[in-house]
């Protein structure tokens, strides 16, 4: 807990640690029946895979909590819970944190549990944790709605606030209340509840986990604002006002939050992203030197590396594990389509799209759209994005909303073609590629619905077979092992 926070280089730590003390164990009646429904669930998941329809993660867990509508309460009993959330990259944090945790524990791997997929809901959640019933430590990425119960089932040791931006206009339309319900958790858990990993960038995060008993603040020196220009607490406009101790430096860079009303202002954090570097609560600047690119994700390490430090882990034990995450659930994982090579980048909502629009290198690049349930439905957030920044490249306007994207493109004075099939657009974008230069990759950015259909295509979904062929064990895909986790 937050005592433990510089426990460093506290190797071994974590593993010889008693067992926790949770509320009692399962009675054996529970047991039994969790045993069959988990074991029907199991079966649903076979005939999914025997299907061809995937890793059958989802039926399994749907079934299972048919069976069992507790088994979310029930499998979140036994273990150390350390769950990550926020609109987002709590996937990506899930994966480092999970990094962290599987490096401490060195050969007892199986103690670990993670829904490395991303299945983040109730169901999902049970669907993981039926899947390793011997696992003590569980890193649960958990959805924004599934936070409150989170709190009050699962008695999480450690709880990561990322971020809130606007998701899914159609699905999270009130992320106020989203923040009001972690709030309300957070108070009701008391002094028994979580040490909060909060950024402290965020003023909605920041106004959500003031009522936690225990907060550890990052400042992640967020990059999108757009969706924090109120006060959560009184609805006045912030205003940006310089840090204390900017002096000197870059103007702008060193801003913080405040509100001009109420008493709600940015906190003073232990950890801070610095440029490429994080700043520890003992004031070293460490260089995190991830594989996963983008200034994003040195925000997410300085999270995860707070939450080990919470969680009992040191600094150096905890960078080492997160160094071995390359392409977590297939994002930047690079994968050969045909003739092209190609590089994939998710991003849901227009905070995603800031994060991951700097991070294309090549030209042309490939943009997929779709707006189906797990996109949103609705794709005005085309027009939050600053698509201006791809002018003098070519793009290749991909999905089933290519059009609204092309239309987008064409205001931002962006140079595009539409091609609304996914393999095609791919073979289009390597076109060009010269065969004696294998090293070209051609970069691909798609919403949540294309994402899964590209990495499906590439073999690197759970239970897809690869129709093609896949690249060579040097390449970054191969090389993360955070994709064996709970299989
Ligand atoms: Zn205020």
């Known amino acids: ?92 944090t899930t994966h480092l944190l999970a990094a962290v945790i599987r490096e401490e524990l060195a050969g007892a791997s199986g103690r670990l549990v993670t829904n490395a997929d991303g299945a983040n809901l109730r169901y999902g959640i049970a669907s993981a944790l039926s899947q390793a019933r011997d696992a003590d430590i569980a890193v649960l990425e958990t959805d924004e709605r599934v936070v409150s119960d989170m709190i009050a089932y699962g008695n999480p040791e450690v709880l990561v606030f990322l971020n809130f931006s606007r998701d899914q206009l159609d699905r999270h339309h009130e992320i106020k209340a989203l923040g009001k319900a972690w709030r309300f958790a957070l108070g009701k858990a008391g002094v028994t509840g979580p040490v909060v990993i909060a950024n402290a960038a965020d003023p909605l995060v920041v106004w959500s986990a003031q009522t936690a008993a225990k907060v550890v603040w990052v400042d992640t020196a967020l990059l ?22 900017a002096g000197g430096d870059q103007p702008g860079s060193y801003l913080r939050w405040d509100c001009p009303a109420c008493p709600l202002t940015q906190p003073e954090a232990e950890y801070s992203v610095r440029g490429p570097l994080i700043k ?126 092309a239309v987008r493109l064409s205001h931002a004075g962006v140079e595009h073609q539409i091609v ?3 393999r095609e657009a791919l073979d289009v974008g390597g076109a060009d590629s010269d065969p004696a230069e294998p090293a070209r990759v051609v970069d691909v950015i798609a919403t949540y619905t294309p994402f899964q259909a590209l990495l499906k295509m590439a073999g690197l979904l759970p239970g897809s077979k690869p129709p093609g062929r896949r690249l060579p064990p040097s390449t970054p895909q191969s090389a993360d092992t955070t994709h064996q986790e709970q299989r």
Request: charged fraction near 20%; proline fraction near 7%.
């Open 1 to 92: 807990m937050k005592s433990t926070v510089n426990g460093d280089s506290a190797g071994g730590a974590l593993v010889s640690q008693q067992e926790p003390d949770h509320p009692a164990s399962l009675r054996q009646a529970d047991r039994v029946r969790l045993r069959f429904a988990t074991w029907l669930g199991d079966l649903a998941a076979l005939a999914s895979r025997a299907l061809g329809k995937g890793s059958g993660a989802s039926i399994r867990g749907q079934v299972l909590t048919k069976l069992a509508p507790d088994a979310f309460q029930l499998l979140l009993r036994e273990p150390r819970v350390l769950a990550v959330s926020g609109t987002n990259g709590k996937t990506t």
């Open 280 to 405: 520890l609560p003992d004031g070293r600047l460490i260089d995190p030197q991830l594989r996963v690119p983008g200034s994003f994700n040195i925000s997410n390490a300085a999270m995860a590396l707070a939450a080990a430090s919470a969680f009992g882990v040191g600094v150096e034990t905890a960078l080492k594990g997160m160094r071995k995450v390359v392409s977590p659930a297939g994002r930047y994982a690079t994968a050969v389509f045909g003739q092209t090579r190609a590089r994939l980048l998710l991003a849901k909502n227009p905070a995603g799209w800031a994060e991951a629009l700097p991070l294309l290198a090549s030209d042309p690049v490939v943009l997929a759209i779709d707006s189906v349930a797990a996109d949103g439905k609705d794709v005005s957030w085309l027009w939050d994005v600053d698509y201006e920044q791809l002018a003098g490249r070519q793009v290749i306007c991909s999905g089933p909303r290519a059009q609204d994207l």
């Open 224 to 245: 999108w604002s757009a969706d924090s220009a109120l006060c959560p607490a009184c609805g006045s406009v912030l205003r940006r006002v310089p840090a204390p101790g």
């Open 420 to 422: 609304p099939d996914l």
